[in-house]
Each structure stands twice: as C-alpha cells, then as structure tokens.
C-alpha cells in the first residue's frame, strides 16, 4: 500500500463463500468457516496496519437461522472460541471490538464472552472491529424507530442515525462483497447510502491483503460526489 493513497475511514464486508470454498476442496462446510476466520484475523490486522479506522464485517445475519440446526451450533461455539482466541490479539494491536445487531438471541455464554470482549479493548484507540451479529439492516432501523419513540424524540436524519446500532460510527466508505454474489442482503442499508460498492469473485477464505489493496487503489480512482455535480 502506497502511502500516496487515500485510507478509507470505513470499510464494510459480506463475508460470502465459505461453504462454496469448502465444497470445491471437497471439505465440510465447517472447514469453510473456520479458514474464513483465520481471514477475519488477518484482514483486522492488515486494516489495523495501514490506517482504517473502521471495519465492518457480516458475520451472522438474522437469515442465518435457517441454516441447518448443526451449522448453526457450530458458528456459534466458533464466534465464541473466536472471539478467546482473539482478545490478545485484538489488545497487541490496539484493536477495538464492538458487536451491533440483536444479541439477545444468543446464549447467556455467548452474549457474556462479547461483553467482556467489547469492555477490555473499550480502551484501544486504532482500528475498531465490528462484527454484524444476528445483524439484518430492516430490523436494526425497526429497532432505532422504537428508540426513538421510547426517548420522545424527533424523527430526523440526525436522531434516528443516533439509535442506529452503529451510532457513533461513520458511514461506510467501501462496502465489499465476496464470493460473486451481487447485492447487500440487508446489511447496512442506512450506512451504505454512499459508500463505493465492489464485489468480487474471489471466496473469502481466499481473500487476500493484495486484492483489498486493488480495491482501495480503485475506490482511489472513483470521485465521490454525494449528489453534488
């Protein structure tokens, strides 16, 4: 990464193609998962590394319940190994952690090791990762309008952003997808309003420190006009 480039604030990422990664290497869906986080790690670290203050990767969405009843069991026990393994990691690096979407849904166990996760990085002060967990964008603005009704306030732009999961957060700069699927399937809708979309064929457990490189020298290359001429 040259340091003539401009590093995104935010950058955004579907996480599609796991299981397809497995499958074409005639693995289990669950090895698929399990390189993908290795990836998650990486990536952080690499983001971390050159600047961006911000990444947002979709880990579970509130459709993923309907995956099969074992998978299901299995991302969880791997989110929670994850995120044990990771809290060294996350505090020599100066990472921050924060979980947005309806965790309630999730075991006392579960709910408990992303608590403790989120209030031991609280101090960190370089990049902050943010996992979408039982994450789906419809439900997340359903939840603020809620909000804001409970707190009296006003419905503007301003308020309502306020009871987004992500308040606090900047809009998406660089929102990307894997695995050759082509559209947000619900994620970030309100946060990717702007943001510079790329998708890639590439599976995740595939992607590398090098294509991300490629797209933030594309998204170099891109005038963001945010509606002005």
Known sequence: MTNELKIPTHIA????????????????????????????????????????????????????????????????????????????????????????????????????????????????????????LNYGSKDEIIRAIKKLNEKALDVTEENLESCLDTAGIPDVDIMIRTSGEVRLSNYLLWQNAYAEMFFTQTYWPDFTKHELDDIISDFNSRERRFGAI
């Open 13 to 132: 990422i579907i996480m599609d193609g796991n299981g397809r990664w497995a499958k074409s290497k005639g693995l289990k869906r669950t090895a698929g998962h399990e390189e993908g986080a290795k990836v998650v790690r990486s990536i952080t670290k690499y983001c971390n590394n050159i600047g961006v203050k911000f990444l947002t990767l979709y880990a579970f969405s509130t459709e993923n319940w309907k995956r099969p009843k074992l998978e299901v069991e299995f991302l969880m026990k791997l989110l929670d190994k994850y995120l044990k393994n990771e809290l060294e990691v996350y505090l020599k690096n100066n990472v921050r952690f924060k979980a947005i979407g309806d965790l309630s849904r999730f075991s006392k166990k579960l709910q408990e090791t992303i608590k403790t996760t989120e209030e031991k990085t609280s101090k960190s002060t370089g990049l902050t990762q943010v996992l979408a």
